[in-house]
């Protein structure tokens, strides 16, 4: 870092008094002046901060090529500075007029949290007000939904629908040789294609895409919005812990997000998600117990739900090169407040992880993009068999749609915790603990079942075995499962019947591995 | 000189820009003291959340008249008239 001197000739700019400054020139261009420092002592000037933060996006894109041209993609907005962030670098993207213009379409979904973060319908309003400003200047389609919105999903969201062949290396260059090709044929004059389809799009797009709540304008849905407003809140209400409820909030987050994708014909999504925040989130994982799916969590691409995949173009940049780059070129943000606003420091453990992060990185400038380069080391494996059941293919887990991870085998670190939670249960049921209990999944609590009387604890022992788990912790700190909405309830009771219909009949099923000589 | 906040203006009663005249003293204004100063007499609840200790909570970016802090030199940086300091979180949460 540099310190503070005397006078330093030569140093300003034109509408500049003379500042005291560092000696040292911007790296990149050695003439003009710094204004930030990246990394460790990096300095840039302005016109090359600019560069090299657009060349990034770009690149970001183009080496992972993972968007086709012509793809439809839904950007992810949450009027935070990541996000707008990456809509800014969408917009000069697609607005460059040389051959490497960006070429995909557009649109931009919003979701409206303010029932769970407590504000007034005033105040979601007015976010509402702001964000549409935006939104609408942006130019593309874009839709509106509010979280209330989960309650009428459908449960094939939870369902991984069929992976839409990649397609290996060469066919992205055709497909760019042939979009190029077909562009030049409809042109002549004329806007592309890609924009025009937009402006069409944007002029029979109605103002609210809100399927099922108007909530916030038309009377007659007024109503309806507010019971899911209603049940929103117990629902988030019913979660005792923090750290449980910024889970939630995410996978319902996610959910819609999906389906919003799913409905309109989207095949990719984009996240805001910055270097910062992943390694974040890295580390926030692997303390949830969601270690097995980290290279989902937070790699390039997600493709958990497979005919949608979930790409983080913003993930090398920190947060500081976001906040200056807004900053600087003027990025509209819109703040609202989250749900962890103001809490204490240690109320969950994801406040617990920024705050160690951040403070870390304060006196070790590399650190966080030494844990994201760890993180980026990771990489999904190809799905292994399940040994419990005998499926050919991994089990997902009901909410996050990542691969189960809790085959409970011998010496692993499942099995203790479960042996030791067994052991300091206070009401050991007088029934034998080993053997399998009343539940098809029965890896899980063995003496649930019998504990008590309450039908909470029945659903939740079926209910458990279906998740992986991180998702199993978040719904432990849950203590009202009905209020869960009911797509999710209605795609675990499909589940287990299914188990425990595959249980009944298992002897009849030919096996195709080995696994157990003893069948027919 | 003027002092707009991103996203932390929940702790300073929900005012973006404050311009402040700061009230003549011997020593020389430096930022170590302006943040003094703002603890005292701007900041309406949970000082933690923007301060720690002697400097602003990690995390919180400091840009004087639109330039990184640390080119200028950080807690030290002696103020000038019409000076724009600028604080952006990029925390979560406040």
């Known amino acids: ?520 | 000189f003027e002092a707009p906040l991103c996203g932390a203006e929940l702790l300073f009663d929900g005012i973006k820009k404050h311009q402040v005249t700061l009230p003549c003293q011997p020593e020389p204004w430096d930022i170590r003291n302006l943040l003094k100063w703002i603890k005292q007499n701007l900041l309406k609840e949970r000082p933690e959340l923007f301060i720690q200790g002697d400097t602003v909570r990690p995390g919180i970016l400091v840009l004087i008249n639109d330039a990184d802090w640390e080119l200028m030199g950080e807690l030290d940086y002696k103020l000038q008239d019409q000076d724009n300091v600028v604080f952006i979180s990029t925390l979560h949460g406040g």
């Open chain 1, 1 to 520: 870092m540099c310190q503070a001197q005397e006078e330093y000739g030569g140093c300003d700019q034109p509408q500049r008094r003379p500042r005291v400054s560092c000696a040292q020139k911007c790296m990149k261009c050695k003439e003009a002046s710094p204004v930030l420092v990246i990394r460790v002592g990096d300095a840039f000037c302005k016109a090359c901060f600019r560069e090299y933060f657009v060349h990034k996006f770009r690149a970001m894109l183009g080496k992972n090529r993972a968007i086709y041209p012509g793809e439809k993609v839904l950007l992810a907005l949450s009027g935070g500075p990541a996000s707008s962030s990456m809509l800014r670098q969408v917009q000069e993207g697609l607005s460059r007029e040389i051959a490497k213009k960006l070429r995909f379409i557009p649109g931009i979904i919003y979701v409206d949290e303010g029932a769970v973060c407590g504000q007034s319908l005033a105040e979601r309003e007015e976010t509402l007000l702001q964000m549409e400003t935006i939104l609408q200047a942006s130019g593309f389609p874009y839709h509106l939904a509010h979280l209330e919105e989960v309650f009428d999903l459908p449960s094939s969201i939870l369902q991984r629908a069929p992976h839409s062949p990649a397609g290996p290396e060469n066919s992205y260059k055709e497909a760019v040789e042939g979009f190029i090709c077909q562009q030049r044929r409809e042109e002549g004059g004329s806007p592309s294609l890609p924009e025009r389809r937009i402006q069409e799009k944007l002029a029979e797009l109605s103002m609210r895409e809100a399927p099922g709540t108007e909530g916030l304008a038309a009377p007659g849905a007024r109503l309806l919005g507010a019971v899911r407003t209603e049940q929103l809140v117990q629902l988030f209400g019913s979660v005792k812990t923090l750290t449980a409820k910024e889970e939630l909030l995410q996978t319902l987050r996610n959910h819609l997000i999906l389906h919003t994708a799913r409905a309109q014909g989207y095949s990719k999504v984009m996240m805001g998600d910055s270097c910062t925040r992943l390694a974040v989130k890295l580390l926030t994982n692997l303390s949830l117990g969601r270690g097995a799916s980290l290279a989902v969590d937070t790699g390039f691409s997600d493709d958990r739900h497979g005919d949608v995949v979930v790409v983080r173009p913003m993930r090398e940049y920190s947060a500081k090169e976001i906040a200056f780059y807004n900053h600087l070129f003027g990025v509209p943000t819109v703040f609202t407040p989250a749900l962890d606003t103001k809490a204490l420091e240690k109320a969950s453990i994801h406040r617990v992880i920024e705050r160690f992060l951040f403070g870390l990185q304060a006196e070790f400038p590399s650190t966080v993009s030494t844990v994201y380069r760890t993180g980026e080391k990771l990489s999904t494996a190809p799905g292994d068999a399940d040994p419990a059941t005998g499926a050919a293919e991994p089990q997902h887990c009901l909410l996050c749609l990542c691969a189960l991870d809790t085959n409970v085998e011998d010496g692993s670190a499942l099995q203790a915790i479960l042996v030791s939670e067994q052991l300091s249960q206070q009401r050991l049921p007088a029934a034998s603990p080993a053997g399998r209990g009343c539940c098809p999944g029965a890896e899980e609590q063995r003496g649930c079942c019998m504990n008590t009387t309450a039908p909470g604890a029945d659903a939740r022992a079926d209910f458990l075995p279906l998740l992986c788990y991180g998702c199993r912790l978040t719904i432990k700190d849950t203590t009202c499962l009905e209020s869960l909405p009911l797509y999710v309830r209605s795609e675990a009771e499909r589940r287990k019947c299914r188990a425990a219909m595959k249980l009944e009949i298992q002897e009849f099923l030919l096996e195709d591995e080995a696994v157990n000589p003893g069948e027919s």
